[in-house]
Structures are given as structure tokens and as C-alpha cells.
């Protein structure tokens, strides 16, 4: 069993800055990929951020030079540091991480729970 739990939203003015932070536990063998999409109201899920075990990160355009992932490995942490938070930001952030849980096992998707992150103008 492998467990992503988000935490760090919240509600912030535009312009300000949130830190997310979600850790994988249980039986994690492999880390491959951690990142972090979001959803907001009547759209669908987009990427937001992804990283690999060996830190080559990927952003969507829309938080280019806004947003920076970071993993800790040693932990299974990852972060999503988010500044110049803008309005259209507002969404369900949900964390996500691709591993193996024992050298037998397939490589799997697994999901958090979600954070809501709301950004005020």
C-alpha cells in the first residue's frame, strides 16, 4: 500500500506565495516521478509540474517562473513552491507519484487526496 498526503493549501491574496508539500509512504521501493496537477471548477485536470527521481523538472507554461518543484528524495517529499499566486491559479491541487512498491511490482500512478488552494484578487 502506498499513501500521498497533501498538505500546505489555502487561501492567499494574488501576489502572495503558498508552499505545498506532499509525502509518499508505505511500500515504496522505486521513486520514478512525483509531481502535481490541479482542477478547477468546471475545467479539467492539467499538469502542473512533474519531477524525476533525478531532479529534471517539467513545468506548465501557465507557471513558468512561478512555480518550482522540488523532491527529496531520502523522504519521498515533494514540494511545490508557488509565488506571484494569480486568481486563475485557484484549484484542487493534487499530488502524484510514479513507483515501483518492490522489485516485482509494475511501475503504478498513485494520487493524493487534494488541497485546495484559492488565490484572492
Known amino acids: 500500500q502506498v499513501q500521498l498526503v497533501e498538505s500546505g493549501g489555502g487561501l492567499v491574496q494574488a501576489g502572495g506565495s503558498l508552499r505545498l508539500s506532499c509525502a509518499a509512504s508505505?511500500?515504496?521501493?522505486?521513486?520514478?516521478?512525483m509531481g502535481w496537477d490541479r482542477q478547477a471548477p468546471g475545467k479539467q485536470r492539467e499538469l502542473v509540474a512533474t519531477?524525476?527521481?533525478?531532479?529534471?523538472?517539467n513545468y506548465a507554461d501557465s507557471v513558468k517562473g512561478r512555480f518550482t518543484i522540488s523532491l527529496d528524495n531520502a523522504k519521498n517529499l515533494v514540494y511545490l513552491q508557488m509565488n506571484s499566486l494569480k486568481p486563475e491559479d485557484t484549484a484542487v491541487y493534487y499530488c502524484n507519484a510514479i513507483l515501483q512498491s518492490s522489485t516485482w511490482s509494475p511501475t503504478k500512478d498513485y494520487w493524493g487526496q487534494g488541497t485546495q488552494v484559492t488565490v484572492s484578487s
Open positions: 508505505g511500500s515504496i521501493f522505486s521513486l520514478k516521478f
Open positions: 519531477t524525476s527521481s533525478g531532479g529534471s523538472a
